[in-house]
């Protein structure tokens, strides 16, 4: 089992930054590749950038590349993602999530292939 805990979320203007933290507990953190999703009312949840359980290999969504950078230290059990130039259609809740997997430096992107979510932060920016 894995236990995760988002924190970092609020009410921002657009064009400033967040940073989001997930803490986790439980199984061993460095076994878990790890992802951030989001989910506006009356949408999917989505994918928002991913990050292999070394740290090595990371994705972002189209939608958010050069904007949000995710990041980890498996030291701490915490997994980042440092939110720039936030725009108003990022508005969501925004859920980390967690999946135990081989060693290597794959990123997992889909919402099936995680195991282990938070409860979700809220993110709301206005124009």
């Known amino acids: 089992q894995v236990q995760l805990v988002e924190s970092g979320g609020g009410l921002v203007q657009a064009g400033d930054s967040l940073r989001l933290s997930c803490a986790a507990s439980?199984?061993?953190?460095?076994?878990?590749?790890m992802g951030w999703f989001r989910q506006a009312p009356g949408k999917e949840r989505e994918i928002v950038a991913a990050?292999?359980?070394?740290?090595?290999?990371?994705y972002a969504a189209d939608s958010v590349k050069g904007r949000f950078t995710i990041s980890r230290d498996n030291a701490l059990n915490t997994v980042y993602l440092q939110m720039n130039s936030l725009k108003p259609e990022d508005t969501a809740v925004y859920y980390c999530?967690?999946?135990?997997?081989?060693?290597?430096?794959?990123?997992?992107?889909?919402?099936?292939?995680?195991?282990?979510w938070g409860q979700g932060t809220q993110v709301t920016v206005s124009s």
């Open positions: 999530a967690a999946t135990m997997v081989p060693l290597g430096g794959r990123v997992y992107t889909r919402r099936s292939e995680y195991d282990y």
């Open positions: 439980g199984r061993a953190f460095s076994t878990n590749a």
């Open positions: 990050i292999s359980r070394g740290g090595s290999s990371t």
